[in-house]
């Protein structure tokens, strides 16, 4: 009796370990998939559908017939002609480099930061007007609308001249609106008609790229063929994740990480099934002599054995995966765990439960269940004289 409750214990310890591993990585890469969500909104709000640039070089020529091209393909509702360019923004006694972003009044279509004004306001059209990231706001100490004191943009017409006044090229402008994204280009852009940066830097009908703004009922694949096609070789199309692939990168190395650590951790846990099968088969050396003279052989007592330890490992599991989601489905409902500091536009930590994760997560337990309860059973130690 006393070996039976030692068992039993031993058994909901296997149990309950499988249960805490599985519960802790379905909430952790939850947690993860909720921060993973936020970054894919933030740059949601500034990138295009599709961008098209140059595979080599930088700047090429556009023309209405090649504008109108691209419009005409179906899927694309609106396309914005972009120039960039870096730029030396001085104001006051500050001085700061920005990548200097010029755009055509279709951007508006194209991209939300309009949207993302949190003071003054969107260009309208006026010459000589910029929008900035509020970081660079910030430090350049600038106000809005300061027409006493303009913002001066400066680059060099010619880098190997000697006399670097003489090569720098100056043109004053003024802070319409600020705009706040919560990513990079909050402290790195300024934003401007593209018709003032081709007239300030003195070149033609150039683009660096071309923003689309898609139809989602149309398959991007096609709309992307599409381009392709118009466009020839001389032209890349990037997709939202191919625009950040560091971005994008970076969270996928984090979440296979996530999954070596969690997997590492459940075989951990599985030493405690390894524990649990070894006490019941000694526990039970009466029962298997009973099975084996009923006429089991040594493979199907090994296999009783064997569906002893998945059964475990499933309940574990499956229980896990439920306390987990339930706890998940808490935090999102109610906020109850808050970060330490509110970063940018959450205060608590985010949840995004993937069906896709919870179903991987469950094969990574079920493989690491079998290949244990297998190792324990096999052993012939335990079935002697059979």
């Known amino acids: 009796m006393r070996q039976r409750k030692v068992v039993n214990i031993i058994t909901m310890v296997s149990i309950s370990g499988v249960l805490c591993g599985?519960?802790?990585?379905?909430?952790?890469?939850s947690v993860f998939n909720g921060?993973?969500?936020?970054?894919?909104?933030?740059?949601?709000?500034?990138?295009?559908?599709?961008?098209?640039?140059?595979?080599?070089?930088?700047?090429f020529n556009v023309d209405n017939d090649f504008i109108s091209g691209i419009n005409n393909i179906?899927?694309?509702?609106?396309?914005?002609?972009?120039?960039?360019?870096?730029?030396?923004?001085?104001?006051?006694?500050?001085?700061?480099?920005?990548?200097?972003?010029?755009?055509?009044?279709?951007?508006?279509?194209?991209s939300n930061l309009h949207q993302n004004i949190v003071l003054g306001n969107y260009l309208d059209g006026t010459n000589n007007f910029v929008i900035?990231?509020?970081?660079?706001?910030?430090?350049?100490?600038?106000?809005?609308?300061?027409?006493?004191?303009?913002?001066?943009?400066?680059?060099?017409?010619?880098?190997?001249?000697?006399?670097?006044?003489?090569?720098?090229?100056?043109?004053?402008?003024?802070?319409?609106?600020?705009?706040?994204?919560?990513?990079?280009?909050?402290?790195?852009?300024?934003?401007?008609?593209?018709?003032?940066l081709r007239n300030f830097l003195k070149i033609s009908r150039q683009c660096s790229s071309i923003e689309i703004k898609t139809d989602k009922n149309v398959n991007?694949?096609?709309?992307?063929?599409?381009?392709?096609?118009?466009?020839?070789?001389?032209?890349?199309?990037?997709?939202?994740?191919?625009?950040?692939?560091?971005?994008?990168?970076?969270?996928?190395?984090?979440?296979?990480?996530?999954?070596m650590i969690f997997s590492f951790i459940l075989i951990i846990s599985m030493l405690s099934l390894i524990a649990s099968l070894i006490v019941l088969l000694m526990e039970k050396q009466k029962d298997i002599d009973l099975l084996h003279s009923l006429g089991l052989t040594r493979q199907k007592i090994k296999y009783i054995f064997l569906l002893i330890g998945c059964s475990i490992t499933v309940i574990g599991g499956v229980l896990g995966s439920f306390l987990g989601v339930f706890i998940c489905f808490l935090q999102a409902q109610f906020k109850l765990i808050h970060l330490n500091t509110q970063i940018g536009i959450i205060s608590a930590y985010p949840i995004k439960v993937n069906v896709v994760d919870i179903l991987i997560i469950q094969i990574i337990v079920l493989c690491l269940g079998i290949i244990t309860s297998f190792l324990v059973s096999k052993n012939n130690n335990f079935y002697l004289g059979y």
């Not at 070789?233 to 190395?253: A, C, G, S, W």
């Open 22 to 29: 599985t519960m802790a990585m379905v909430i952790v890469l």
């Open 35 to 59: 921060f993973d969500n936020i970054i894919h909104g933030l740059y949601q709000k500034v990138d295009a559908d599709f961008k098209v640039e140059l595979k080599t070089g930088t700047l």
């Open 74 to 110: 179906d899927g694309v509702i609106f396309c914005s002609e972009i120039l960039e360019q870096k730029l030396l923004a001085q104001y006051l006694d500050y001085q700061y480099v920005v990548e200097a972003k010029g755009v055509d009044e279709n951007y508006i279509q194209v």
């Open 132 to 196: 900035v990231g509020n970081k660079v706001f910030n430090r350049l100490g600038l106000r809005v609308l300061d027409f006493e004191n303009s913002l001066k943009l400066s680059f060099f017409k010619e880098e190997k001249m000697m006399d670097i006044n003489s090569s720098m090229h100056t043109q004053s402008f003024y802070a319409t609106g600020v705009f706040r994204t919560d990513v990079e280009i909050d402290e790195t852009h300024l934003v401007l008609s593209v018709h003032d």
């Open 220 to 259: 991007p694949s096609a709309i992307h063929a599409s381009l392709m096609s118009f466009l020839g070789p001389d032209y890349i199309i990037k997709n939202r994740l191919e625009q950040r692939p560091f971005v994008h990168k970076m969270v996928r190395t984090e979440k296979i990480a996530v999954y």
